[in-house]
């Protein structure tokens, strides 16, 4: 890792500042909104690439192809939503502009890019001489903490509870992108992953206005996606990924 604890501070808090910033208490329109959104990410994501670029980082190279095709059933969890419409509810008539759409695709993939940067690439990296395990664990817990941000936008008990059962969910998938980023040593398919779960569970559920028949069937169907990759994470851990002697390095 080139950068010095300090430096990880300031660019974290960075980050922190840029997501926590209120721009709902503006009160514009949601296009507005979510316009400034990609703008203040968009100069996050400026930032941190002139990090990179400075120290002559290339965060894009692979490594390791093969373990790539053993996370290919992580793409279970990015349709997740999706899969619970399969055990009841429907789909409305796009509710949603196209433009609305497209935003939300930009406004996910800045923020999946500084995600990914902070959490996977500074935090993950920083921990270089823990073990694989350690590593996964605390970037995935740092990274569901993180998500108590949304709290600058509660307005109700519902939008709290909201928000703790997204830490909880974060924190899983936290952990899969740890493994996705330990054992492939690349940040792009993090960014993918990471980018295809918030565009297609969020986005496109929003979009075509998706709901499940009640909501015990649709957390139901989540957290059974949830068990089902935990045991196969598991498994690829104890069988294969454990004997991979190369801890990741910056």
Known sequence: MRFKFSDILLYVLIFIFVNAFPVELLRLNEELTLLIHILLRGLLVAFYIYLLVRERINIFKFANYKNLLLFLPFLLAVCSNFIALAFGGSTNIPSKSTLWLVMMAVYFLFGVFCEEFVFRFLIHGALVNTTPIKR???????????????IVNVRSVDALLSVAIQIVYAFGIGILLGFIYEYSYSLVPCIVFHFLFNFINTGLWTYFGAYCLTDLQYYLVNIGVGFVLAVYTACIYFFVLQKQSKYFRQ
Do not use: V
């Open 136 to 150: 996964i664990l605390a970037s995935a817990g740092i990274f569901a903490l993180m998500h108590l941000l949304n």
